[in-house]
Protein backbone atom coordinates (compact mmCIF):
# COMPACT_ATOMS: atom_id res chain seq x y z
CA UNK A 1 0.00 0.00 0.00
CA UNK A 2 1.11 3.56 -0.57
CA UNK A 3 -0.70 6.73 -1.47
CA UNK A 4 -0.81 9.58 -3.36
CA UNK A 5 -0.10 12.74 -1.40
CA UNK A 6 -2.77 16.12 -2.02
CA UNK A 7 -0.89 19.13 -3.31
CA UNK A 8 -4.32 20.93 -2.16
CA UNK A 9 -7.00 21.39 0.69
CA UNK A 10 -9.99 18.77 -0.31
CA UNK A 11 -11.95 21.02 2.13
CA UNK A 12 -11.89 23.79 -0.10
CA UNK A 13 -11.79 21.47 -3.47
CA UNK A 14 -14.75 18.94 -2.10
CA UNK A 15 -16.53 20.27 0.34
CA UNK A 16 -14.96 17.96 3.46
CA UNK A 17 -11.53 16.00 3.90
CA UNK A 18 -13.06 13.09 3.70
CA UNK A 19 -14.31 12.87 0.55
CA UNK A 20 -15.11 10.21 -1.73
CA UNK A 21 -13.03 10.60 -5.27
CA UNK A 22 -12.37 8.69 -8.61
CA UNK A 23 -8.66 8.89 -9.08
CA UNK A 24 -7.16 8.27 -12.53
CA UNK A 25 -3.68 7.57 -13.42
CA UNK A 26 -2.33 6.18 -16.14
CA UNK A 27 -5.54 6.00 -17.64
CA UNK A 28 -7.01 3.66 -14.75
CA UNK A 29 -9.77 4.76 -12.73
CA UNK A 30 -10.52 3.66 -9.13
CA UNK A 31 -12.58 4.78 -6.28
CA UNK A 32 -11.16 6.08 -2.76
CA UNK A 33 -11.79 8.52 -0.37
CA UNK A 34 -9.33 11.36 0.84
CA UNK A 35 -7.38 10.21 3.88
CA UNK A 36 -6.05 12.03 6.76
CA UNK A 37 -4.61 9.87 9.09
CA UNK A 38 -2.40 12.87 11.59
CA UNK A 39 -0.69 13.88 8.41
CA UNK A 40 -1.51 15.93 4.92
CA UNK A 41 -4.45 14.56 3.50
CA UNK A 42 -3.81 11.79 0.49
CA UNK A 43 -5.74 8.87 -1.15
CA UNK A 44 -4.42 5.50 -0.51
CA UNK A 45 -3.04 3.48 -3.82
CA UNK A 46 -3.34 -0.03 -3.11
CA UNK A 47 -1.36 -2.46 -4.79
CA UNK A 48 -4.04 -3.76 -6.77
CA UNK A 49 -4.72 -0.32 -8.38
CA UNK A 50 -0.88 0.20 -8.87
CA UNK A 51 -0.78 -2.80 -10.73
CA UNK A 52 -3.79 -2.08 -12.71
CA UNK A 53 -2.57 0.95 -13.66
CA UNK A 54 0.57 -0.32 -15.05
CA UNK A 55 3.15 1.38 -12.23
CA UNK A 56 5.93 -0.06 -10.37
CA UNK A 57 5.91 2.62 -7.63
CA UNK A 58 8.57 5.72 -7.51
CA UNK A 59 7.25 6.82 -11.05
CA UNK A 60 6.14 10.62 -11.79
CA UNK A 61 2.78 10.65 -13.21
CA UNK A 62 -0.36 13.39 -13.72
CA UNK A 63 -3.08 12.11 -11.12
CA UNK A 64 -6.86 13.53 -12.09
CA UNK A 65 -9.05 13.33 -9.05
CA UNK A 66 -12.46 14.42 -9.33
CA UNK A 67 -15.49 13.81 -6.76
CA UNK A 68 -17.39 10.65 -7.09
CA UNK A 69 -21.10 11.14 -6.68
CA UNK A 70 -21.95 7.62 -7.45
CA UNK A 71 -23.46 5.94 -5.33
CA UNK A 72 -21.31 3.26 -3.93
CA UNK A 73 -23.11 -0.49 -3.68
CA UNK A 74 -21.48 -3.74 -3.24
CA UNK A 75 -22.97 -7.13 -4.70
CA UNK A 76 -22.00 -9.75 -3.22
CA UNK A 77 -22.10 -13.30 -4.53
CA UNK A 78 -24.47 -15.34 -4.05
CA UNK A 79 -22.58 -17.88 -1.92
CA UNK A 80 -21.90 -15.29 0.29
CA UNK A 81 -25.53 -14.09 0.28
CA UNK A 82 -26.60 -17.66 1.25
CA UNK A 83 -24.30 -17.69 4.52
CA UNK A 84 -24.67 -14.14 5.66
CA UNK A 85 -28.58 -15.12 5.70
CA UNK A 86 -27.91 -18.11 7.47
CA UNK A 87 -26.04 -15.73 10.33
CA UNK A 88 -28.62 -12.61 11.01
CA UNK A 89 -26.32 -10.35 13.17
CA UNK A 90 -24.22 -10.87 10.61
CA UNK A 91 -26.87 -10.02 7.80
CA UNK A 92 -28.05 -6.79 9.52
CA UNK A 93 -24.19 -5.76 10.24
CA UNK A 94 -23.38 -6.26 6.83
CA UNK A 95 -25.60 -3.40 5.89
CA UNK A 96 -24.44 -1.03 8.50
CA UNK A 97 -20.60 -1.70 7.22
CA UNK A 98 -19.14 0.93 4.99
CA UNK A 99 -18.62 0.75 1.33
CA UNK A 100 -15.33 0.27 1.66
CA UNK A 101 -15.16 -2.46 4.42
CA UNK A 102 -17.84 -4.47 2.14
CA UNK A 103 -15.17 -3.78 -1.06
CA UNK A 104 -12.43 -5.62 0.88
CA UNK A 105 -14.96 -9.00 1.67
CA UNK A 106 -16.16 -9.53 -1.06
CA UNK A 107 -13.00 -9.08 -2.77
CA UNK A 108 -10.85 -11.29 -0.75
CA UNK A 109 -13.90 -13.95 -1.03
CA UNK A 110 -13.55 -13.00 -4.95
CA UNK A 111 -9.79 -13.60 -4.94
CA UNK A 112 -9.84 -16.90 -3.80
CA UNK A 113 -8.04 -19.58 -6.35
CA UNK A 114 -9.58 -22.78 -4.79
CA UNK A 115 -13.50 -23.53 -3.56
CA UNK A 116 -11.86 -24.57 -0.45
CA UNK A 117 -10.08 -21.28 0.22
CA UNK A 118 -13.03 -19.47 -0.92
CA UNK A 119 -15.24 -21.39 1.68
CA UNK A 120 -12.84 -20.50 4.14
CA UNK A 121 -13.16 -16.71 3.37
CA UNK A 122 -16.52 -16.68 3.33
CA UNK A 123 -16.69 -18.56 6.60
CA UNK A 124 -14.29 -16.03 7.97
CA UNK A 125 -15.75 -13.06 6.57
CA UNK A 126 -19.26 -14.08 8.07
CA UNK A 127 -17.70 -14.64 11.74
CA UNK A 128 -15.93 -11.17 11.50
CA UNK A 129 -18.89 -9.52 10.54
CA UNK A 130 -21.19 -11.26 12.98
CA UNK A 131 -18.86 -10.41 15.97
CA UNK A 132 -18.61 -5.96 14.94
CA UNK A 133 -20.09 -4.22 17.51
CA UNK A 134 -22.83 -2.23 15.98
CA UNK A 135 -22.61 0.99 14.73
CA UNK A 136 -23.60 4.17 16.96
CA UNK A 137 -26.54 5.94 15.31
Not at 41 to 48: D, G
Not at 82 to 101: F, G, I, Q, V
Request: with cysteine; proline share 8%.
Amino acid sequence: MCFVPLTFDPRTVFGKLRAPVKVTLNGYTYRSTVAAMGGPPCVPLRKSNREAAGLEGGETIEVRMELDTDERVIKPPADFVKALRAMPAARERWKELSYSHQREHVESIEGAKTPGTRARRIARSVEAIGRAPKRKQ
